[in-house]
């Protein structure tokens, strides 16, 4: 059962926090990975979805949030840090389902930020379905992959008249 006021209250503070927090994103996924025996390569197909403007949240400050944000939903992963394993190469996201609509997030899918790769740990879904909390672990050492996206779209009328000089 959905409760409008409170969907409201998740969407504006979801708003507002992208103002103070946004950030772009990259968030890959592993879609399928083959090796040939005889030679040896390994091939990769991966997929890229874009965030331009996830929550971003600063390190010092995953525990404290994550810790109140489970206060108010009463989530019980979250209730005890201990068990999360809180340390400095943890980064919390907050990603709008609006920003990418029809997307589940898997543990086996990473974040990259700022050319840093963080892979996911902690996946909470927002009341209503509204986006994601992620705890994700930075990967150090490692040269994250990029996958640019190249999409372009123009439309143009076309008239059925043509003119003749």
Known sequence: ?????????????????KKR???????????????????????????VIDVRSAIVLPTN?????????????????????GNQGFDQNQRGFIIAAEDIPGFEFEPEDWIVYRGKRYDVSVIERLEFDTGWLII????????????????????????DESESS
């Open 136 to 159: 994700a672990k930075e990967l150090k050492g490692t040269v994250p992959e990029r996958i640019i996206n190249l999409n372009a779209s123009n439309t143009m009328e076309m008239d």
């Open 61 to 81: 400050e995953v525990r404290r949030f994550f810790a109140s944000i489970a206060f108010i939903t009463a989530s019980k992963q979250f209730l005890s840090p």
């Open 1 to 17: 059962m959905s409760n409008p006021s409170l969907n409201y209250l998740i969407k504006r503070t979801l708003y507002d926090l």
């Open 21 to 47: 927090y946004g950030n772009e994103i990259s968030v890959y996924r592993l879609e399928a990975s083959n090796t040939d025996y005889e030679t040896g390569v390994k091939t990769a197909t991966k997929s």
